[in-house]
């Protein structure tokens, strides 16, 4: 019986125009990273689950309800990594990066996997770009990192479709002292409002504040907000990165209700919101505790993450797609006895940088020339017997359908590719 097997829920495959629209945004990424010094990091797809339970946190979404866990053939309950920074974090520490020169920055792009409900934008596999920078609690890496985001929104054009939104949530001392307040306040509600609420209230309460509920909403509209409760260091430190994000000209909102949904935050935190789609397209903050919880010494830490299934969905959306890297030339071969006699020919106008095919299918020339068409190649390359007799060959701009006959040298090919005859 014959089987049909379909990818697994909430998974895609990537192919073709969508294929080079990732790619270019990954090349703007590449740059970036390497016009602001940091380094690219792998690590691996699954990790140990003790270690997302320990970072992430055992009351967030993630770790409850979204987690790919299994054990292997060891019996070692394996995690397919739901987010980055715990894996960096751990490589971090791992690998004695403490003791190399400070700061340490590094970036990633990855694949990710939450079980979680499918809808536009949400996929239970999916990528991430992010940044992680170690060694420095100044304000200025705060700017260094969300400059790394603004600078990639600015190149893709997208600038005008994602805002960019800021919240303290102070330090462990006074956020300990924020939670009193809020629970005083939210102690003859809580009965009223939804069951992870109830839960919230006792083991992270902060996390009442974005929970979308209706049923919690009237509770929530004279809370208490922990920037009202921020001590000096954690107060100056937000002044300062509001006014320096000004004054480099990176636009931002203050958005006292952001708390972001992981359990290791602390002090700045930020999220990139996408107008159109209404969903976070990225959000990071400091994580200054981490380390030390994981194992390492003190070593306080900022990072982001951005979706980029959902910048590639924001690009497509906004026709804001680069024009795709079409094929430059094809080489149309009336038999295949010219194939050997132009694959020089071919490589070296590739080693100048061309993007070239040519008919490995032994087909008809009109079959030949079909597919260049379809494959929107901008040049035809034709070769005949007598053209490779007289070593000149015809090159045909697909646009213009203007013919000109070259010898079949790179330099006398790449003249006309770049004069765009
Ligand atoms: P988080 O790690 O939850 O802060 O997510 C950071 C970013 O990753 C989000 O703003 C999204 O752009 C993206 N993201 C998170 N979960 C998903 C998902 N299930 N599908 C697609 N993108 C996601």
Known sequence: MQMNISRAKGTKDIFFDDMKIWEYVEENIKDICLKHNINQIRTPIFEDTTLFSRSVGDETDIVNKEMYTFLDKGNRSITLRPELTAGVVRAYIENGFSSMPTPIKLWYIGTMYRYEKMQKGRYREFSQFGIEVFGSDSYLADIEVISVANELFKKLKLSDAIALKINSIGCTVCRAKYIDTLKGYLADKIENMCDDCKTRYVKNPMRIIDCKQDKCKSAKQNLPMITD?????????????????????????????????????????????????????????????????????????????????????????????????????????????????????????????????????????????????????????????????????????????????????????????????
Do not use: W
């Not at 390359?381 to 359908?401: A, Q």
């Open 229 to 421: 409760y921020l001590c000096d260091d954690c107060s100056k430190d937000f002044e300062s990165l509001k006014s320096t994000l000004s004054e480099v000209g990176i636009e931002f909102e203050i958005d006292k209700t952001i708390v972001r949904g992981l359990d290791y935050y602390n002090k700045t935190v930020f999220e990139f919101i996408s107008k159109d789609l209404g969903l976070a397209v990225g959000g990071g903050g400091r994580y200054d505790t981490l380390v030390e919880v994981l194992g390492g010494t003190h070593t306080p830490a900022i990072g982001f993450g951005l979706g980029m299934d959902r910048i590639i969905l924001l690009l497509k959306e906004n026709n804001l797609v680069s024009n795709p890297k079409n094929v430059d030339v094809y080489f149309t071969v009336f038999n295949s006895n010219i194939f050997p006699k132009v694959y020089k020919l071919i490589n070296d106008l590739r080693d100048l940088g061309y993007i070239i095919d040519i008919d490995i299918c032994n087909r008809s020339f009109n079959a030949q020339m079909k597919y260049a068409n379809k494959i929107k190649a901008k040049y035809i390359c034709i070769i005949g017997e007598d053209e490779l007799e007289e070593k000149v060959c015809s090159l045909k701009n697909m646009n213009t359908s203007q013919q000109v006959k070259v010898k079949m040298l790179a330099e006398e090919i790449d003249n006309i590719l770049k004069g765009g005859n």
